[in-house]
């Protein structure tokens, strides 16, 4: 039996991963999840935020912008609306996402949607916070 993992992570626009892994804790709606190689099959829906990989000693993190994580005894694969490697974040592009958004929930304005303004702040802090630390 493999004793790896197969974590894959696509997006509309691209695979933006396939790599063999250690371990993968990912963000889930319920609290973040941790999964092994033969764990228990399930899915499970994300939230925006933070997922990390471990492959020997090397940790990578990845900003995932929701979507869903299907759980398999070899392979979780993750599709998500958006995702990218912490080192392919653009952080300018971060920071006016989210001081666009700022701008929009602070204007009081009826017209304002404001879970979508709510949900690009969130992305671009969570980009933004991974930028930082990779
Ligand atoms: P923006 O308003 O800057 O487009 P957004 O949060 O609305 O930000 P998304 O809809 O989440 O952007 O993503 C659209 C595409 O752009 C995706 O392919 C995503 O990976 C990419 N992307 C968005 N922001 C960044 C960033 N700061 N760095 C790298 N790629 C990004």
Excluded: C, W
């Excluded at 695979?15 to 804790?25: G, R």
């Excluded at 090397?58 to 995932?64: D, E, F, G, I, K």
């Excluded at 303004?117 to 933004?128: D, G, M, N, S, T």
């Amino acid at each position: 039996m493999a004793d790896k993992l197969v974590l894959e992570i696509v997006t509309p626009q691209r695979t933006v991963l396939s790599e063999e892994v250690d371990i993968v804790v990912a963000p889930g709606d319920l609290g973040e999840f941790g999964v092994l190689v033969h764990h228990i099959p399930f899915l499970a829906k994300l939230k925006i935020g933070e997922l990390r990989y471990r492959q020997g000693n090397n940790l990578t993190r990845v900003a995932v912008m929701g979507g869903y994580a299907e759980v398999l005894p070899d392979k979780v694969t993750v599709l998500a609306p958006a995702a990218e490697k912490a080192t392919e974040i653009d952080v300018m592009r971060a920071k006016a996402a989210k001081e666009r958004a700022e701008r929009r929930l602070k204007e009081k304005k009826e017209n304002i949607d404001f879970a979508r303004a709510e949900a690009a702040l969130q992305r671009a802090i969570v980009r933004l916070k991974l930028a930082e630390i990779q």
